[in-house]
Protein backbone atom coordinates (compact mmCIF):
# COMPACT_ATOMS: atom_id res chain seq x y z
CA UNK A 1 0.00 0.00 0.00
CA UNK A 2 1.33 3.40 -0.74
CA UNK A 3 1.99 5.86 1.98
CA UNK A 4 0.43 8.78 1.48
CA UNK A 5 2.82 12.52 2.10
CA UNK A 6 1.05 15.53 3.55
CA UNK A 7 1.71 18.86 1.21
CA UNK A 8 0.95 22.13 2.92
CA UNK A 9 -1.18 24.10 1.30
CA UNK A 10 1.20 27.15 -0.03
CA UNK A 11 3.08 24.45 -1.67
CA UNK A 12 -0.05 22.95 -3.40
CA UNK A 13 -1.44 26.84 -4.27
CA UNK A 14 2.29 27.72 -5.75
CA UNK A 15 2.99 24.80 -8.06
CA UNK A 16 1.17 23.70 -11.28
CA UNK A 17 0.43 20.53 -11.65
CA UNK A 18 -0.64 18.99 -15.68
CA UNK A 19 -3.45 18.60 -15.28
CA UNK A 20 -4.18 20.20 -12.29
CA UNK A 21 -5.45 18.10 -9.14
CA UNK A 22 -7.39 19.12 -6.23
CA UNK A 23 -5.96 19.19 -3.00
CA UNK A 24 -8.43 17.71 0.18
CA UNK A 25 -6.68 17.83 3.76
CA UNK A 26 -3.14 17.44 2.62
CA UNK A 27 -3.81 15.40 -0.38
CA UNK A 28 -3.72 16.17 -3.76
CA UNK A 29 -6.38 14.24 -5.43
CA UNK A 30 -6.30 13.83 -9.38
CA UNK A 31 -8.97 14.34 -11.84
CA UNK A 32 -10.46 12.32 -14.39
CA UNK A 33 -9.64 14.21 -17.53
CA UNK A 34 -12.39 14.52 -20.31
CA UNK A 35 -12.77 13.01 -23.14
CA UNK A 36 -14.54 13.71 -26.25
CA UNK A 37 -17.89 14.53 -25.33
CA UNK A 38 -17.10 15.69 -21.59
CA UNK A 39 -14.74 18.16 -23.30
CA UNK A 40 -17.74 19.66 -26.03
CA UNK A 41 -20.33 19.58 -23.68
CA UNK A 42 -17.93 21.82 -21.58
CA UNK A 43 -16.95 24.10 -24.61
CA UNK A 44 -20.85 24.42 -25.19
CA UNK A 45 -22.17 25.25 -21.75
CA UNK A 46 -19.45 27.66 -21.27
CA UNK A 47 -20.33 29.52 -24.36
CA UNK A 48 -23.90 29.65 -23.57
CA UNK A 49 -23.54 30.73 -20.39
CA UNK A 50 -20.67 33.76 -21.29
CA UNK A 51 -22.71 34.46 -23.97
CA UNK A 52 -25.54 35.64 -21.41
CA UNK A 53 -22.88 36.45 -18.86
CA UNK A 54 -23.25 40.29 -19.23
CA UNK A 55 -26.67 40.89 -18.86
CA UNK A 56 -26.70 37.86 -15.99
CA UNK A 57 -24.31 40.18 -14.14
CA UNK A 58 -21.41 37.27 -13.49
CA UNK A 59 -18.33 35.78 -14.64
CA UNK A 60 -17.83 32.08 -15.98
CA UNK A 61 -14.64 30.24 -15.38
CA UNK A 62 -13.85 27.08 -16.21
CA UNK A 63 -10.84 24.68 -14.50
CA UNK A 64 -10.42 26.96 -11.57
CA UNK A 65 -9.23 26.45 -8.63
CA UNK A 66 -11.91 26.64 -6.36
CA UNK A 67 -11.06 27.06 -2.36
CA UNK A 68 -13.87 25.33 -0.74
CA UNK A 69 -12.41 24.96 3.32
CA UNK A 70 -9.27 25.94 4.60
CA UNK A 71 -7.88 22.99 3.43
CA UNK A 72 -9.55 21.96 0.50
CA UNK A 73 -9.75 23.11 -3.10
CA UNK A 74 -11.71 21.48 -5.86
CA UNK A 75 -11.39 22.33 -9.59
CA UNK A 76 -15.26 22.78 -10.82
CA UNK A 77 -15.39 21.75 -14.84
CA UNK A 78 -17.37 25.12 -15.00
CA UNK A 79 -18.41 28.03 -12.28
CA UNK A 80 -20.09 31.41 -12.03
CA UNK A 81 -19.15 34.11 -9.80
CA UNK A 82 -21.66 36.79 -9.60
CA UNK A 83 -20.66 40.71 -9.69
CA UNK A 84 -19.30 42.63 -8.24
CA UNK A 85 -16.65 40.65 -6.92
CA UNK A 86 -13.02 40.69 -5.22
CA UNK A 87 -10.67 39.77 -7.57
CA UNK A 88 -8.32 37.01 -6.14
CA UNK A 89 -5.91 34.16 -7.58
CA UNK A 90 -8.11 31.67 -6.42
CA UNK A 91 -12.17 31.86 -6.65
CA UNK A 92 -14.11 31.96 -2.65
CA UNK A 93 -17.27 32.23 -2.85
CA UNK A 94 -18.71 30.59 -6.30
CA UNK A 95 -22.56 30.53 -7.27
CA UNK A 96 -22.71 27.86 -9.40
CA UNK A 97 -20.63 24.73 -9.41
CA UNK A 98 -21.14 22.39 -12.56
CA UNK A 99 -19.43 19.03 -12.99
CA UNK A 100 -19.56 17.11 -15.82
CA UNK A 101 -18.54 13.59 -15.38
CA UNK A 102 -16.31 11.51 -17.19
CA UNK A 103 -15.99 7.68 -17.96
CA UNK A 104 -14.47 7.09 -15.10
CA UNK A 105 -16.00 9.07 -12.37
CA UNK A 106 -17.07 7.27 -9.57
CA UNK A 107 -20.78 8.79 -8.84
CA UNK A 108 -19.97 8.55 -4.78
CA UNK A 109 -17.01 10.73 -5.49
CA UNK A 110 -19.14 13.06 -7.52
CA UNK A 111 -21.50 13.22 -4.65
CA UNK A 112 -18.86 14.01 -2.19
CA UNK A 113 -17.48 16.74 -4.28
CA UNK A 114 -21.73 18.33 -4.76
CA UNK A 115 -22.09 18.21 -0.74
CA UNK A 116 -18.72 20.10 -0.06
CA UNK A 117 -19.42 22.58 -2.46
CA UNK A 118 -22.96 23.17 -0.55
CA UNK A 119 -21.41 22.67 2.93
CA UNK A 120 -18.79 25.95 1.77
CA UNK A 121 -21.66 27.64 0.98
CA UNK A 122 -21.97 27.30 -3.16
CA UNK A 123 -25.70 28.26 -3.53
CA UNK A 124 -26.02 25.90 -6.50
CA UNK A 125 -24.25 23.18 -8.21
CA UNK A 126 -25.13 21.10 -11.62
CA UNK A 127 -24.01 17.47 -12.91
CA UNK A 128 -24.30 16.85 -16.77
CA UNK A 129 -23.76 13.47 -17.31
CA UNK A 130 -23.11 13.48 -21.48
CA UNK A 131 -22.45 9.73 -22.04
CA UNK A 132 -26.13 8.89 -20.03
CA UNK A 133 -27.76 12.16 -20.86
CA UNK A 134 -28.95 12.89 -17.31
CA UNK A 135 -28.63 16.62 -15.69
CA UNK A 136 -29.01 16.39 -11.45
CA UNK A 137 -29.14 19.69 -9.45
CA UNK A 138 -28.14 20.30 -6.23
CA UNK A 139 -29.28 22.85 -3.65
CA UNK A 140 -29.52 23.73 0.05
CA UNK A 141 -32.71 21.76 -0.38
CA UNK A 142 -31.21 18.29 -1.79
CA UNK A 143 -29.99 16.53 -5.00
CA UNK A 144 -32.42 15.93 -7.48
CA UNK A 145 -32.98 15.12 -11.22
CA UNK A 146 -33.62 18.15 -13.42
CA UNK A 147 -36.95 17.88 -14.97
CA UNK A 148 -36.91 17.83 -18.71
CA UNK A 149 -33.15 18.41 -18.57
CA UNK A 150 -33.59 21.60 -17.80
CA UNK A 151 -32.18 23.85 -14.72
CA UNK A 152 -32.59 27.88 -13.58
CA UNK A 153 -30.36 29.78 -11.13
CA UNK A 154 -31.58 33.46 -11.17
CA UNK A 155 -28.03 34.43 -12.70
CA UNK A 156 -28.15 32.20 -15.57
CA UNK A 157 -31.59 31.86 -16.33
CA UNK A 158 -32.74 28.67 -17.60
CA UNK A 159 -30.29 26.13 -19.07
CA UNK A 160 -32.02 23.58 -21.23
CA UNK A 161 -29.19 20.76 -21.39
CA UNK A 162 -31.35 18.38 -23.80
CA UNK A 163 -30.38 21.30 -26.80
CA UNK A 164 -26.73 21.30 -25.54
CA UNK A 165 -26.62 16.95 -25.76
CA UNK A 166 -28.73 17.04 -29.70
CA UNK A 167 -25.64 19.64 -30.06
CA UNK A 168 -23.17 17.48 -29.25
CA UNK A 169 -24.58 14.75 -31.87
CA UNK A 170 -24.72 16.74 -34.69
CA UNK A 171 -22.17 15.20 -37.07
CA UNK A 172 -18.26 16.15 -36.95
CA UNK A 173 -18.13 16.38 -40.65
Not at 44 to 49: I, N, P, R
Not at 54 to 61: D, E
Not at 119 to 127: E, Y
Not at 140 to 154: I, L, Q, W
Request: with cysteine.
Amino acid sequence: MATLVALPVEEYLQTTYHPDREFVDGQLVERNVGEYFHGLLQTLLGALLLSRARKGRYRVFTETRVRIGSRRYRIPDICILALPHKVTPILERVNLAIEIVSPDDRFSSVLEKVAEYLQAGVDNVWIADPYQRVVLEADSTGVRKAPSHRVTTNLTGEVDFAELFAASDEPAE
